[in-house]
Nanobody, 124 residues
Framework: QVQFVESGGGLVQPGGSLRLSCAAS????????MSWFRQAPGKEREGVSC????????NYADSVKGRFTISRDNAKNTVYLQMNSLKPADTAVYYC?????????????????WGKGTLVTVSS
């Protein structure tokens, strides 16, 4: 059974940082590309970043480029999203997702498995 344990969300002030983690089980993690998506209230789900299975490719949405960093640890079956210089516009539920193929930009239609999401709120 595929499971994701997402953590690291919470309330942070503008300019602050958070690190999201997504620990996966139930599938062969190292053979899947991993992505982060987000969905703000009243808005469509947006692809944030994708990392290839062997970590030789990464991509980012223009809105987070230079501020967010995706990484993975295949030994721990975990993908991370380091978020710096956070803005109120980054407030959303963040989801990790797994796909057999690397997508640039991340494509929701290509994802095989989804996490349940973790809430990030950026507010003073």
């Amino acid at each position: 059974q595929v499971q994701f344990v997402e953590s690291g969300g919470g309330l942070v002030q503008p300019g602050g940082s958070l690190r999201l983690s997504c620990a996966a089980s139930g599938f062969t993690f190292r053979t899947y590309a991993m992505s982060w998506f987000r969905q703000a209230p009243g808005k469509e789900r947006e692809g944030v970043s994708c990392i290839s299975r062997s970590d030789d490719r990464r991509n980012y949405a223009d809105s987070v480029k230079g501020r967010f960093t995706i990484s993975r640890d295949n030994a721990k079956n975990t993908v991370y999203l380091q978020m710096n210089s956070l803005k109120p516009a980054d407030t959303a539920v963040y989801y990790c997702a797994a796909s057999r193929y690397y997508y640039s930009p991340p494509a929701a239609y290509g994802m095989d498995y989804w996490g349940k999401g973790t809430l990030v709120t950026v507010s003073s």
